[in-house]
Every structure is written in C-alpha cells, then in structure tokens.
C-alpha cells in the first residue's frame, strides 16, 4: 500500500547500527539506517522523524541534494504488522 504527503525538509543522517538489551535481558540488534527530519504542515509545525535501510542509497543521495526548508512531497510505502503500522519513505517529489 502506498501514500504520500506534503513536508518541509530538514535534513538527513546516517544512523550507525548497534545492539541494546530490551526489557527481558534479550539483547536486540538493529542495522545501519538513514534518519528522514521533516516538518508536518498542519495547523502548527510539527518535526516527523521517518527512518529507511541504507539499502536505498539512490533515495538518501536525492535528498542529499535538497537545500534545508525546500518543500516536498514525500511517497511511502505502508509496511503493516499484526499490531502496529509504520511509513518507510521511498522517493520524493520537490514541490
């Protein structure tokens, strides 16, 4: 399933992987990604924090060439699980 929306760019970074130990003493390991900051254009501002792999290089290096503040709008793909739903950015469209 597929959405977008409409957001202010912010800026994109790379998140290094890593491990933690969740509630249960189990320690979890998590990959590499890239962290998407925007703003939501609502009634007020509000910054969205959207996360995708480093698999999607193409994707991080067009937003690479994004200037702060420039409008955009962004397309995702919308990745259900039995109890919870999440937004992974896939491509973008400069407004």
């Not at 399933?1 to 994109?12: A, D, L, P, T």
């Not at 790379?14 to 939501?40: A, C, H, M, P």
Request: aromatic share 12%; glycine share 6%.
């Amino acid at each position: 399933m597929k959405c977008n929306g409409i957001f202010v760019f912010k800026s994109v970074s790379k998140r290094e992987g890593g491990t933690f130990k969740n509630d249960k003493g189990q320690e979890i390991s998590y990959d590499d990604s890239y962290i998407l900051k925007v703003d939501e254009l609502t009634d007020d501002i509000r910054e969205r924090r959207f996360k995708f792999p480093c698999t999607n290089k193409k994707f991080y290096d067009e937003l690479c060439k994004l200037e702060s503040y420039t409008k955009i709008c962004i397309d995702f793909e919308v990745v259900i699980y039995d109890n919870s739903a999440k937004l992974l950015p896939v491509g973008i469209i400069q407004k």
